[in-house]
């Protein structure tokens, strides 16, 4: 599975912006999905999770009620609305497929669950 993820620039507090993220293959309507994040010097932090179908969704608290995450399952496309941008949003956003998780269970939150990754792209939020 290869991910590409775009999307990613540089834009004043409180804009928007929406990531997308492109995964090869046929079978993408069956795998989890999610967006991470990690600034300098940081630890790679979960942002936003995806079940296989558009009914369950999960956020970290710190973007719940700014970040959108959608699929489209016949684009083999994820994406993340961004509104209400902060700089404290600042970070290189990666997306990621989780192959194994059961159908239509809870995004799974944590780094280590997920088995392929995008390279990133990264956001900037200006003060």
């Known amino acids: 599975v290869q991910l590409q993820a775009s999307g990613g620039g540089l834009v004043q507090a409180g804009g928007s912006l929406r990531l997308s993220c492109v995964a090869s293959?046929?079978?993408?309507?069956?795998?989890?999905m999610g967006w991470f994040r990690q600034d300098a010097g940081k630890e790679r932090e979960f942002v936003a999770g995806?079940?296989?179908?558009?009914?369950?969704?999960d956020y970290a608290e710190s973007v719940k009620g700014r970040f959108t995450i959608s699929r489209d399952n016949a684009k083999n496309t994820v994406y993340l609305q961004m509104n209400s941008l902060k700089p404290e949003d600042t970070a290189v956003y990666f997306c990621?497929?989780?192959?194994?998780?059961?159908?239509?269970?809870?995004?799974?939150?944590?780094?280590?669950?997920?088995?392929?990754w995008g390279q990133g792209t990264k956001v900037t939020v200006s003060s």
């Open positions: 293959g046929t079978t993408f309507a069956t795998y989890a």
């Open positions: 995806i079940a296989q179908s558009m009914r369950i969704t």
């Open positions: 990621a497929a989780d192959i194994g998780r059961w159908y239509e269970s809870r995004p799974a939150v944590l780094p280590g669950d997920y088995e392929y």
